[in-house]
T-cell receptor, first 113, second 111 residues
């Protein structure tokens, strides 16, 4: 079945630093979504991407839909403490259950001690 | 107040007991989904419904059951057949084949 690899699994950030994370798929997706989850809460949609090559921003967040349709990147510029949390990528593919999302295992952002 | 509501926020289950988690939405979305999240893990699909009176098994449906009698509601029952039910349960809704939006979640704990 389809699989998503999300990396890194975790990272420490210092206020003001830029952060990058990515997801790669074993097959082609037609939609990429990026979510952020705070502890004990449901994931919140950050950015949705619908076309290969698309680059979309939401404030300090920028995400790109890879031209191969098998990857996506999320960048956070000038990180602040409230950026801490778990970021999930999700892809939506083709086929019989086309409405279903495949999720990465998440990238956990923590503040550098 | 628009959105997706899940209740209760915390739920305790005794051994051998069935429990039902509620998910309600007033966003007029056709599709609704139930996911399970274990610590440090991604989301795994339990059941989904494209439309009222229709639902399909996801990747980990064993020990769970659902109904979709109304567009707004998609309750999940965790049956006694689910031997490891402790997890965070998330409901999501959206137009079928498009973006999914999540509720606040229910944490289920076993006594």
């Amino acid at each position: 079945g389809q699989q998503l690899n999300q990396s890194p699994q975790s990272m420490f950030i210092q206020e003001g630093e830029d952060v990058s994370m990515n997801c790669t798929s074993s097959s082609i997706f037609n939609t990429w979504l990026w979510y952020k989850q705070d502890p004990g809460e449901g994931p919140v949609l950050l950015i949705a991407l619908y076309k290969a090559g698309e680059l979309t921003s939401n404030g300090r967040l920028t995400a790109q839909f890879g031209i191969t349709r098998k990857d996506s990147f999320l960048n956070i510029s000038a990180s602040i403490p409230s950026d801490v949390g778990i970021y999930f990528c999700a892809g939506q593919g083709y086929g019989g259950s086309q409405g279903n999302l495949i999720f990465g295992k998440g990238t956990k952002l923590s503040v550098k001690p | 107040d628009g959105g997706i509501t899940q209740s209760p926020k915390y739920l305790f289950r005794k051994e051998g007991q069935n429990v039902t988690l509620s998910c309600e939405q007033n966003l007029n979305h056709d599709a609704m989904y139930w996911y399970r999240q274990d610590p440090g893990q991604g989301l795994r699909l339990i059941y989904y419904s494209q439309i009222v009176n229709d639902f399909q098994k996801g990747d980990i449906a064993e020990g769970y059951s659902v109904s979709r009698e109304k567009k707004e509601s998609f309750p999940l029952t965790v049956t006694s057949a689910q031997k490891n039910p402790t997890a965070f349960y998330l409901c999501a809704t959206g137009p079928w084949g498009e973006t999914q939006y999540f509720g606040p979640g229910t944490r289920l704990l076993v006594l």
